[in-house]
């Protein structure tokens, strides 16, 4: 009888995961399947021709400008992630520590940027630090300038105060997680034992939060690699990240190469999270090898 039931319920379970599969499959594994087809073959505007190449990846790779701008993309997706952290850990560590009603309560303000628009966000950022916005209204009110300060807005430092206020509550609801989950217990019974506070976060309470931290980079950083609304909007060409490169590689019509930098990303992005996650010892925290 197990036997037979175990037969019957494994059709069930195919036909369960069979529509999340065929998304999968249509709006993800097809389209790069595509752009990996059209990033080694040769096409001018929408003439393709059937041969394999590596032009469009050397046409990246020996252009310095496209590396710089890689390059100058990854820096400022570090950065954000770690604004994102160095806020948001001690203030996730403070709502462990509040009591439940008023922490449902400081969550429930933690997700509230999410039910407004991401382009609405932006934008407001743009009323807030633009010519006439709210800062220099503020400022010049005070009397501190006499005319706008015209630097607050167009350049890498709002890309990045624009995207540390996107993504943060993406990295406070993360670790709040991971510390919920953490053992007051360890943490008391290594100021028993005589650990100044500072040893105590440096070797119990962040080795042990550790994948909430990683999982936390890779919310922030990973889609920091491909923004592209946020540059446009508050960076302006001072502002430029990687995929504005991109973009304009399709506007123009050079797919093969638009395509490949898409891969180049890719690659970085992988290479990345692989190294940190060797790094971070993810298994041996997780208890999967020893």
């Not at 890779?218 to 060409?237: D, H, R, S």
Request: with cysteine; aromatic share 14%; glycine share 6%.
């Amino acid at each position: 009888m197990k036997i037979r039931s175990t037969w019957t319920l494994a059709p069930t379970w195919t036909l369960a995961l069979f529509p999340l599969a065929t998304l999968d499959l249509v709006f993800f594994v097809l389209p790069m399947l595509i752009m990996a087809v059209a990033s080694v073959l040769v096409i001018q505007e929408f003439h393709v021709v059937f041969e394999f190449t590596a032009a469009n990846y050397l046409f990246f790779f020996k252009n310095p400008l496209y590396a710089t701008i890689l390059a100058k993309t990854a820096l400022l997706a570090t950065v954000v992630t770690a604004c994102c952290l160095v806020i948001s850990y001690p203030f996730a560590f403070f709502l462990t520590k509040l009591p439940k009603r008023v922490r449902n309560i400081m969550l429930v303000l933690v997700i509230l940027p999410f039910w407004t628009s991401y382009l609405l966000r932006v934008y407001a950022w743009v009323t807030i630090l633009g010519e006439h916005g709210l800062v220099n209204r503020v400022l010049m009110g005070v009397g501190a300038i006499d005319e706008p300060l015209r630097i607050l807005l167009y350049n890498n430092y709002a890309v990045v105060l624009v995207s540390v206020y996107l993504y943060i509550p993406y990295c406070a609801l993360v670790l709040y997680t991971s510390l919920e989950r953490l053992n007051p217990s360890l943490l008391t019974a290594a100021m028993d034992l005589g650990a100044p506070p500072w040893r105590v976060f440096v070797h119990v309470m962040l080795p042990l939060t550790l994948p909430g931290i990683f999982t936390s980079f890779i919310f922030v950083f990973v889609p920091m690699l491909g923004e592209y609304v946020t540059p446009t909007l508050v960076g302006g060409a001072r502002g430029m990240l990687i995929v504005n490169v991109v973009v304009s590689q399709f506007q123009a019509l050079r797919f093969g190469i638009g395509a490949a930098m898409v891969f180049v990303i890719a690659g970085l992005t992988l290479g990345i999270i692989l190294v940190l996650r060797r790094l971070a010892k993810l298994e041996e925290i997780f208890g999967g090898r020893q």
